[in-house]
């Protein structure tokens, strides 16, 4: 079965600095790789996903990710953290032919000013 | 744009009570989600189904069931309400049977069980 690794359940940065959160996952098989943001009292919304284009995803709110596949990692970054960005990061995988994606436990992003 | 509605965004029950949670979502998608989330946890997949009238159990089904009447209706019943069902709720959707296609998320249900 599909399994997704975040390392970290909590990330503190100061603002403007480099946004690192590592996602790692176990198919053999490259899948599909989603990262969503959850704001506080909010539902998941799409950053990026990866569907087997370009190996570096660029999303939304400055946000981009890149899939290295002899990592099997998906991290995603930001250059320069904004007070806005904190919130609960999750990654997702999907092996191709299933619709219903694995998610990781998630990352808490704190930022301080 | 695209919409998933929760019917309530807190809702508190007594245990033993037969508890509904309501999903509505407008972009005609098969596919429809019930998850719980829990600090350290994250999602856990509860039920599922691709198309009405049909469901298929989660990770977690115990304790709870489901209902889809209309494509665009995907309910989650606790039977038996009980304290460890505390937890945010969220509804999902996505489109068809493309596993690179991502899901959309309602903005999720907080449930307290007394």
């Known amino acids: 079965a599909q399994s997704v690794t975040q390392l970290g359940s909590h990330v503190s940065v100061s603002e403007g600095a480099l946004v690192l959160l590592r996602c790692n996952y176990s198919s053999s098989v490259p899948p599909y790789l989603f990262w969503y943001v959850q704001y506080p009292n909010q539902g998941l919304q799409l950053l990026l996903k990866y569907t087997s284009a370009a190996t570096l995803v660029k999303g939304i709110n400055g946000f981009e990710a890149e899939f290295k596949k002899s990592e099997t990692s998906f991290h995603l970054t930001k250059p320069s953290a904004h007070m806005s960005d904190a919130a609960e990061y999750f990654c997702?995988?999907?092996?191709?032919?299933?619709?219903?994606?694995?998610f990781g436990r998630g990352t808490s992003l704190i930022v301080h000013p | 744009d695209v919409k998933v509605t929760q019917s309530s965004r807190y809702l508190v029950k007594r245990t033993g009570e037969k508890v509904f949670l309501e999903c509505v979502q407008d972009?005609?998608?098969?596919?429809m989600f019930w998850y719980r989330q829990d600090p350290g946890l994250g999602l856990r997949l509860i039920y599922f189904?691709?198309?009405?009238?049909?469901?298929e159990k989660g990770d977690i089904p115990e304790g709870y069931s489901v209902s889809r009447e209309k494509k665009e209706r995907f309910s989650l019943i606790l039977e038996s309400a009980s304290t460890n069902q505390t937890s945010m709720y969220l509804c999902a959707s996505s489109p068809g049977q493309d596993s690179n296609q991502p899901q959309h998320f309602g903005d999720g249900t907080r449930l307290s069980i007394l």
């Open positions: 189904s691709y198309d009405v009238k049909m469901k």
């Open positions: 997702a995988v999907s092996e191709k032919g299933s619709y219903i994606p694995t």
């Open positions: 972009m005609d998608h098969e596919n």
